[in-house]
């Protein structure tokens, strides 16, 4: 009887989760090719394409705190419809209309409407699950955030080959509009008694946060494992066009991350269980420089190898699409070691009470890796793997010979933080025992 009743929940529950695999299919769509968009239709260079991508990622992970306040106080039903209107025109605009202009004011409509989702959603989760039910709802949630991702990227490969990039855009629109009639009909409001916190309580918890030496540190260090995983959007998909050819598929080698993290984060976490959590995260730190060297290393393979490698007679493929995705497969591991554990070593240093408030703001790491992981992009892929519409024919030819340096300087970032994080471990760790009785 637990078991059957453990998997009834709310029509509000079901509804808010379909339309979340909606959101994510359309989201996912468009980041995978938003720095290519905005440089190939809309026209910025690769510095400009890559501040812009980088600063509209942040703010959909530094708003959704301040955007679920205001979503608790005028009812997630209103709040909901309201986002998916925001989606649904932005995403159109963005296809409809190109132009430096307008694509700006668009991505900041996206941004706001996106952020009020990730709040929404969560919320609706959280408030139509109990004790018995939550650890089940959540994982449906999981479930649903991750098939929406990978859908995404898959459809988004045979958009851009057969309509172009501006296709995208509207398949993300027409995502977004099925989910805003969803809502429209089905999802009904959540009762919400007069819960949650105002925009002045969340900044204050904001404040707290980043005034909290421990979790601050924190913060800055994990960024330094963010911005390598930020490569998959900021860097790999003009890498990868650029030096392997258009007929390559940057967004079905950047699934290749939420299908190994959804196999083995389960397993990972089962067996680092009982080992600390900052232990558990480092291990996953120390993951990183080896992902972005396994990238830079293609041409050590190609040296042997040749520029197409059969794999096992089904296929062949280029040895940057090989590297890349044996790097993007550590990439995927080191997040099962990093990220689950983080989440919960940030909730314990919460006030008690407010760890929901805290961990709205456990990811200003990914505020801060999208601005700094988008921008280092920029300039490095200027400087080893320019766009070939910049360059004349006899640059062409020696242009992309260094292009896999961009990795090493990722790979300093990643060892530099991971070596930060053990530091913190052993600063905190005497910390702790001079302060415990």
């Known amino acids: 009887m637990t078991e059957t009743r453990s998997w009834k929940f709310p029509q509000a529950f079901w509804t808010a989760n379909i339309v979340e695999l909606f959101e994510r299919a359309a989201y996912y769509a468009v980041f995978i090719a938003i720095t290519l968009y905005l440089s190939r239709v809309v026209g910025f260079d690769d510095i400009d394409a890559a501040w812009i991508g980088g600063f509209f990622s942040a703010g959909l992970y530094f708003l959704p705190p301040f955007t679920g306040a205001l979503a608790d106080k005028i009812g997630f039903r209103k709040a909901v419809i309201l986002a998916f209107s925001l989606l649904s025109i932005g995403y159109f605009s963005l296809g409809f209309m190109p132009f430096k202009i ?23 989760v959280a408030k139509t699950t109990d004790k018995k039910t939550r650890a089940r709802g959540y994982s449906i949630f999981y479930a649903m955030v991750n098939v929406g991702a990978f859908l995404g ?49 969340v900044w204050a918890g904001f404040i707290r946060v980043v005034t909290n030496l421990r979790l601050i540190l924190l913060i800055v260090i994990v ?15 003009k890498y990868v066009l650029r030096t392997v050819g258009e007929h390559a ?41 080896l992902s972005a060297l396994l990238m830079a290393s293609s041409g050590i393979l190609e040296s042997f190898a040749g520029k197409s490698i059969s794999i096992f007679g089904i296929f062949e493929a280029h040895p940057v699409t090989i590297m890349m995705i044996a790097g993007i497969v550590v990439q995927g591991l080191a997040e099962c070691f990093i990220s689950p554990r983080f989440l919960e070593y940030f909730s314990l240093q919460a006030p008690k009470g407010e760890e929901g408030l805290y961990l709205g703001f456990s990811h200003l790491h990914s505020f801060l890796s999208s601005i700094l992981g988008f921008g280092i992009s920029g300039y490095l892929l200027t400087a080893y793997c320019p766009d070939p519409l910049t360059l004349t024919p006899e640059q062409m030819l020696t242009a992309y010979d260094h292009a896999y340096y961009i990795w090493y300087y990722f790979a300093a970032i990643g060892l530099t933080a991971a070596i930060a994080l053990l530091i ?7 910390r702790d025992k001079l302060t415990t009785p």
């Open 102 to 124: 307008v694509v700006l004011p668009t991505l900041v409509v996206l941004m706001f409407g996106g952020s009020f989702i990730k709040s929404i959603i969560t919320g609706t």
């Open 153 to 201: 990227k898959t459809f988004a490969y045979p958009l851009r080959i057969e309509w172009g990039l501006v296709s995208i855009n509207y398949y993300a629109a027409t995502m977004a509009f099925i989910a805003l009639i969803v809502v429209t009909i089905w999802y009904k409001n959540v009762d919400i008694h007069g819960e949650g916190k105002s925009l002045a309580e």
């Open 223 to 237: 960024t330094g494992f963010w911005i390598i995983q930020h490569q998959l959007y900021a860097t790999m998909p």
């Open 249 to 289: 598929s940057p967004e079905w080698i950047a699934n290749v991350n939420p299908f190994v993290v959804m196999t083995t984060v389960v397993f990972i976490t089962t067996i680092m269980r009982k080992v600390r959590a900052v232990s558990s995260m480092s291990v996953g730190m120390f993951l990183m420089p």
């Open 424 to 430: 913190y471990r052993r600063m905190f760790d005497n």
